[in-house]
């Protein structure tokens, strides 16, 4: 079983940066590949970036591909977000999610942290 509990989340001014840290319960975190996704309000949650378990493989979505860093701390159990340049359109609700391997559902979720960027 795992934890995952967002923070980092706020208003921010369009152009702005913010970073979003995901802290994991448990002592087996390197066994999971670890993706941040958000929901926007009346719309389908959506993928934002995953990154392996080794940490050595990542992806992003076109939407914050060039701007954006997913990266993992093994040692700390938690993963981060940074997304530079914010736009008005990355207003939404980030989640954080854990899955057992690389490919295929994620097996855990946390409880999202709003994320408002103002024009």
């Known amino acids: 079983q795992v934890q995952l509990v967002e923070s980092g989340g706020g208003l921010v001014q369009a152009g702005g940066s913010l970073r979003l840290s995901c802290a994991a319960s448990?002592?087996?975190?390197?066994?999971?590949?670890m993706g941040w996704f958000r929901q926007a309000p009346g719309k389908e949650r959506e993928f934002v970036a995953v990154?392996?378990?080794?940490?050595?493989?990542?992806y992003y979505a076109d939407s914050v591909k060039g701007r954006s860093t997913i990266s993992r701390g093994n040692a700390t159990n938690t993963v981060f977000l940074q997304i530079n340049s914010l736009k008005p359109e990355d207003t939404a609700v980030y989640y954080c999610?854990?899955?057992?391997?690389?490919?295929?559902?994620?097996?855990?979720w946390g409880q999202g942290t709003q994320v408002t960027v103002s024009s």
């Open positions: 999610a854990a899955r057992e391997n690389d490919f295929g559902p994620y097996d855990y």
């Open positions: 448990g002592r087996t975190f390197s066994r999971y590949a």
């Open positions: 990154i392996m378990r080794s940490g050595g493989t990542t």
